[in-house]
Structure formats: structure tokens, C-alpha cells
């Protein structure tokens, strides 16, 4: 009997959830990288659009949906913008970004944290094109206007029902994985 009570003050002081039956759940072990890379690059596809945000003049964050590539296996993200845009020249004077990605058909998201650079690589530009945003350049050959940004991720967090990564129920938590 103490033992139960002593389990079940532990239980309470670790906010577990309580089970249907009214008990409290046991802790889950930390899921694998390779299933939360695996789960984020699904939900990020789903998804199509992202949000980026990017630190203003001000120090106010910024955002603005984007049409990214699909991530990379190490799930690097590769966005397009006109090389006028406000988001490059704020990410010039701090390259801090925050992506969110959200499926609002599973009620999953994925937030990326990383650095942000922007790349003009002729040959990198040639591989990263969709044909539906010809109208948004006037250089048609992936010129002087188009401009490509990198993100590489330090941080990834997720909330995913679908690959098992559910928030914490007290905290709201997401499963975060470090990429550093």
C-alpha cells in the first residue's frame, strides 16, 4: 500500500495523464530521431504551405505563407522569393528563421527552427523551380530576381496524432528534437 501511494504521488508530481480507467498513464519513452525526422517530413508535405517568420526592422517577428520544396532527408528547407522581398533583407541582418508547417486535415504542425541563407548558386536555382511561379519573376530563366533561401534547422518541434508524437496533455508541450 505505501508503495502504491508512493507511485502514485510520483505520477502526479510528473503531470502524467490519467488513463480512461482513471489511473495514471505510464511515461512514454522519448521517440527515435529517425521517427520524428520521418513524421515532420510527412506532416511538412501534407501540409504544402509553411509560415515563415524573420525578424523585422523593429525586432517584431514577421511572417508570410511560402510555397517551400519538400524538405531534405536532413531536413534542410529550401524556400524562393524575389530578391526585393523584405524577408531578404531582414534575414541579411539576422538570420534566425522559425518555419511552421500545419495539416489542418490531422490537426498536425511542425515547427523548424534554423538559420537562414540566401543562396544564388545558378546551378542550385536551376534544380529548385516551380512552373507555377513563373508569373511572380519577370526573368523567366531563374535570374537576377529569383533568389533561393536555405534553412538549415537547429530545432524541430512537432505535434503529430497520426506518427504518435502527441503534445504533453498538461504542458501542451511538443515533442522537440535538437538537430545541433
Known sequence: MKNEAMLAA???ALCLP???AGQRAQPTAAPERAQVIGAARAVMRQARYCTLVTIG???QPQARVMDPFLPDEDLTIWLATNVAT???AQIRKDARVTLCYFDPASKD???VLGRAELVRDQAEKAKRWKEEW???YKDKNRGDD???IRVKPWRVEIVSYAHGL???PMSWRPVVLDLR
Open 134 to 136: 513563373a508569373s511572380f
Open 57 to 59: 526592422d523593429e525586432g
Open 109 to 111: 504542425y511542425v515547427a
Open 10 to 12: 510520483l505520477s502526479a
Open 86 to 88: 523584405r524577408k531578404v
Open 166 to 168: 502527441a503534445a504533453d
Open 18 to 20: 490519467l488513463t480512461s
Open 146 to 148: 529569383y533568389l533561393l
